[in-house]
């Protein structure tokens, strides 16, 4: 059982910058594929990035150009670079984690077994 912890949320103003870390009890993180996901009130849970095991990335379009995913296995830990936030990025964020064997990255609910317990962000405006 992999145990996730995310920190780095807050609330900011529009145009501002945070950065998300999610951290894994794990002595295997180089074989997780990585992933963050955004939940906004009222609305599903949605893709933001994802990571492979080798560091190949996915975004969500919204999220293009502003938001940078990355990991350091040395410290077990994924990483969440958000800049120039818009109110509408306002959501929990949750980091999830899935065992993998391939260099894939994953960017469906579905794939991913492990979960943290959400981080806020609120970006007013």
């Known amino acids: 059982q992999v145990q996730l912890v995310e920190s780095g949320g807050g609330l900011v103003q529009a145009g501002d910058s945070l950065r998300l870390s999610c951290t894994a009890s794990?002595?295997?993180?180089?074989?997780?594929?990585m992933g963050w996901f955004r939940q906004a009130p009222g609305k599903e849970r949605e893709f933001v990035a994802a990571i492979s095991r080798s560091g190949t990335r996915d975004y969500v379009d919204s999220v293009k150009g502003r938001f940078t995913i990355s990991r350091d296995n040395a410290k077990n830990t994924v990483y969440l670079q958000m800049n120039s936030l818009k109110p509408e990025d306002t959501a929990i964020y949750y980091c999830?984690?899935?065992?993998?064997?391939?260099?894939?990255?994953?960017?469906?609910?579905?794939?991913?077994?492990?979960w943290g317990q959400g981080t806020q962000v609120t970006v007013s405006s």
């Open positions: 999830a984690a899935r065992f993998t064997t391939s260099f894939n990255y994953y960017s469906l609910l579905s794939h991913y077994a492990y």
């Open positions: 794990t002595r295997t993180f180089s074989m997780y594929a």
